[in-house]
Each structure stands twice: as structure tokens, then as C-alpha cells.
């Protein structure tokens, strides 16, 4: 589409409404939260167009609840204190409005990705730093009335799961009884389940994940229990699969391929282990790799990244618990993919799942989002080879979010297995109970 402007109208700090206790001051980060890059987890949700008129009161329940739902999410509202800590000193969220100056129909007719950067609060290229806020917000108002609402929360406090459960929260509080109890009350015990690591630790891991920007990888022994691949796993293994057809296109021959797939640890643990409703990183990474000069069948690559998947089992997550075990596991990993991903060793391709984690469910009270999704621009200057993986609107397939340089892309796009499942950039306006970006 043609250029459009978005224009910031205001910005402040929304406060917790009440005042966090003193012996909470201190959030401090557990072994997997220090791992994570020092990054913002990007999302943008968009809602179709209302009457522009009540944009106002819009705003002032948005405003009303965050403050709120901080109040709970005490960590969100503060600031980037060190690397293993936040300062929960209830200096609040950046809060920015900002009005588009197109109709939303109008964006999302054909959205370019590149563009999404304009509906973020801050620049998707700033890491973390000391006195950061923890989490930005923006609100931008459509000239015909549609929001879109950007997220930039820190990746050091939240994952995928994480950042559903805020947004609950919120919402509930913006849709309900403004004095009751949250629905979603948060639990922040990721400290006593992980071990916090040392200054060493750190050292160790910031060469390899500042040079990759790519999350680290842990291997362990299978879990026969799991026998049939799930979708997430089938789709990434087809896309895994147009990947290397691509590559081959582009460099002439078939180079050695390596898949980063992320795994949310919650559902390896016992649930008194992390309460409902636990805020922090639960994930660690698998890689599957394929070093042959022969294209693999589908069937295969399945096999592959469905064995390495489980590979990261109950047996890791309870590893992960003691300190001496922990520590060593990502040390030894990051060292592991630093040294598999140096140079041209492999093609490497990363895959993030926001599978279910209710993008489509931040219903602020008028009405459930057309479109949204998280977004990783950084992938354009730093690291190309990047999907996330989100559930369509309905629930009836998976919207593959690609990031790959301009010439990898185009190779990827005419692969006819690829179009034999899937429509590339189908418009969030068309898909329905009928599209998706893939589906099986």
C-alpha cells in the first residue's frame, strides 16, 4: 500500500494504582530469564474500525485498567535495573497515542510487515539497557476508528505464555468490575524454580547469543510417551523442508540445515511446580539438523524435529532446577551453537511458537482483534532466518510469520510444496474460517 504516517499525540507513564510493598522492590531473574536476549517481545494486535467518537472513553478504560492490572504485575511496572534484576519502583508502563492517518480496511488490504514498526512505542532495534522501562504500550487510532495496539515488553520478565497472561489480566479488568479481584492473578516464581546464574555464566553467554542473536539449544534423552507429531510440528517441518528447496535454488547445491525450535517447559512440569498464571521464561530450544547432499521427505523431517523436540523432556526441566546443572546446560549449549552456526557450518532457521497463546482473545470490551501477531523486525538486520508460528482467528490453521533475506524469500514463495498447503500474504481482512498461511 501507499505510505501512511503515524503520528504520536502523547506520552506518559501509566502507574501501578497501588504502590508495590518494599520487600517486593527487587525482582530478580532466574537462569532461563538471563538467558533470553536483551530484547522488547514485539506484538501487534489490530481491532476493526469503531465509531471515532468514542475513542476517548476507549482510551481512559485502557489507561484506568493497565494501571490496575500493574498494580498485580508489579515487575511490568518498573524499570531494567541490571542484568539479573528489575526495579519494581512503580515509575509505570510508557503509554503512547498515536493516530494513523489511512482507514484500517485500508492497511490491511495488502500489510507490509516493514511497517509494523510504526505501530510500536520504541524503535525494534533498541535492546534492554540499564533504566529502561519494562514494558511500552502503544494505542494508535485509525482516521476511521480502528486501533491497533503495539506491545514492546521486556523478553528478560516474559515469554509467549507470559505475555497472554498479562494481556488476560488486562483485559478482564478492562471488560469487567473495575473494583473486583483480577481473574488472572499472576505468579512470579520462576527465581525459586531456576536458579539464578553467576556474573560468569553471563560472560560466557553474551559472546555467542550478541554475535547470533538467536537463542540457545539443550539436548537431552527422548520421551517415547510422545509419538504423534503435533501441528506446530508438521507445519515447521514443511516449512524446514521449502527452506532448504529454497536454499538449494539460491546457492546452486544442497548445503547442511539446521532447525532452532523453541519449547515451552510448563508442559514438561509438574503444575505445583509452576502455579497458574506463572510469569517468566519457561522455554529452552531444540535443534534437528540435516547434514546429507539428498532432499529428505516430509515424513522425515517430521521424524526429525519431532525426536529433537522431545529431546527437551521432564528429565531437562527438572535439571534446570539445580543450579550446578543448570549453569552447565547453557553453557555448554551456547558454546554448542555458537560453534554449529559460525560461518557458513549451516543454514540455520529459527522457529518461535506462539501456538494458542490467545493473541486472538485481548478483548478490551469491544470486540476481539481482526489481526495481530508478534513481530520480530530485529530479524531483518540481524538475524534472517526467523518464523513465528501463530494460530489464524478461528483456530482452523497456522499463520507462519517468515522473515528470510529478499532472495531466499523468493524461492520460498514459489516452492510448489509450500503452495500446495499454504497462501502466502493472504490479507488479515479475507482470512477466515477458509485461510490461513498454512494449514493442515
Known amino acids: 500500500m501507499e505510505e501512511f ?48 467518537s468514542e475513542f476517548p472513553k476507549r482510551l481512559e478504560l485502557l489507561k484506568q485498567s493497565l494501571s490496575e492490572t500493574l498494580t498485580h504485575f508489579y515487575p511490568l511496572g518498573g524499570r531494567i535495573k541490571d542484568d539479573f534484576s528489575i526495579d519494581c519502583n512503580d515509575e509505570g508502563a510508557n503509554f503512547v497515542v498515536a493516530k494513523v492517518n489511512c482507514p484500517i480496511a485500508k ?20 535492546e534492554t539497557s540499564i533504566g529502561d522501562h519494562v514494558t511500552n504500550i502503544q494505542v494508535n487510532v485509525f482516521d476511521c476508528g480502528g486501533i491497533a495496539i503495539g506491545f514492546c515488553i521486556s523478553h528478560r ?7 497472554s497472561i498479562f494481556i488476560k489480566a488486562w483485559t478482564e479488568r478492562a471488560s469487567y468490575n473495575h473494583n473486583s479481584e483480577p481473574l488472572a492473578k499472576p505468579n512470579f516464581a520462576t527465581i525459586s524454580l531456576f536458579p539464578a546464574a553467576t556474573s560468569h555464566f553471563r560472560e560466557i553467554s553474551n559472546q555467542p547469543i550478541a554475535t547470533l542473536k538467536a ?19 508438521i507445519v515447521s517441518a514443511l516449512l524446514w523442508k521449502c527452506f532448504m528447496v529454497a536454499s538449494k535454488a539460491q546457492f546452486g547445491t544442497q548445503r547442511p540445515s539446521l532447525v532452532n525450535h523453541t519449547v515451552n517447559l510448563r508442559q514438561l512440569m509438574e503444575k505445583s511446580l509452576h502455579p497458574e498464571n506463572s510469569i517468566g521464561n519457561f522455554l529452552w530450544c531444540c535443534t534437528a539438523e540435516h547434514t546429507g547432499e539428498h532432499e529428505l521427505s516430509l515424513d522425515d523431517l517430521v521424524s526429525k524435529l519431532k525426536n529433537s523436540i522431545q529431546q527437551v523432556d521432564k528429565d531437562l526441566a527438572a535439571r534446570f532446577q539445580r543450579y550446578d546443572d ?4 547453557v553453557e555448554d549449549d551456547v558454546r554448542n551453537l555458537g560453534r554449529k552456526t559460525r560461518g557458513d557450518a549451516f543454514e540455520t532457521l529459527f522457529f518461535s511458537s506462539w501456538y494458542n497463546f490467545g493473541v486472538y482473545d485481548t478483548d478490551f470490551g469491544w470486540g476481539k482483534p481482526i489481526w495481530g501477531g508478534p513481530i520480530d523486525l530485529r530479524n531483518t538486520l540481524m538475524c ?13 490453521g497456522i499463520e507462519a510469520w517468515v522473515t528470510l533475506e529478499e532472495e531466499k524469500m523468493k524461492h520460498l514463495e514459489s516452492c510448489p510444496e509450500l503452495l500446495t498447503y499454504a497462501t ?6 479475507t482470512m477466515g474460517s477458509t485461510g490461513s498461511n498454512s494449514k493442515l
Not at 504516517?5 to 520487600?23: F, L, Q
Not at 510417551?225 to 501441528?231: A, E, F, I, L, V
Not at 543448570?326 to 546446560?329: G, K, Q, R, T, V
Open 424 to 429: 502466502p500474504d493472504p490479507s488479515p481482512l
Open 215 to 233: 537463542q540457545i539449544l539443550a539436548k537431552s534423552s527422548a520421551d517415547p510417551s510422545k509419538n504423534h507429531p503435533s501441528h506446530v510440528q
Open 384 to 396: 534472517m532466518n526467523t518464523i513465528v508460528l501463530v494460530h489464524t482467528k478461528f483456530r482452523d
Open 326 to 329: 543448570a549453569s552447565s546446560i
Open 157 to 163: 520478565i516474559t515469554d509467549g505464555a507470559s505475555f
Open 107 to 126: 492497511f490491511l488490504s495488502k500489510p507490509d510487515i516493514y511497517s509494523l514498526e510504526k505501530f510500536l512505542p520504541i524503535s525494534f532495534l533498541h
Open 5 to 52: 504516517k503515524v503520528e504520536e499525540i502523547s506520552r506518559e507513564d501509566i502507574k501501578p494504582s497501588s504502590p508495590t510493598p518494599s520487600h517486593l522492590r527487587t525482582f530478580k531473574h532466574s537462569i532461563l530469564d538471563q538467558a533470553n536476549l536483551f530484547h522488547y517481545g514485539p506484538v501487534v494486535v489490530f481491532y476493526i474500525s469503531h465509531n471515532l
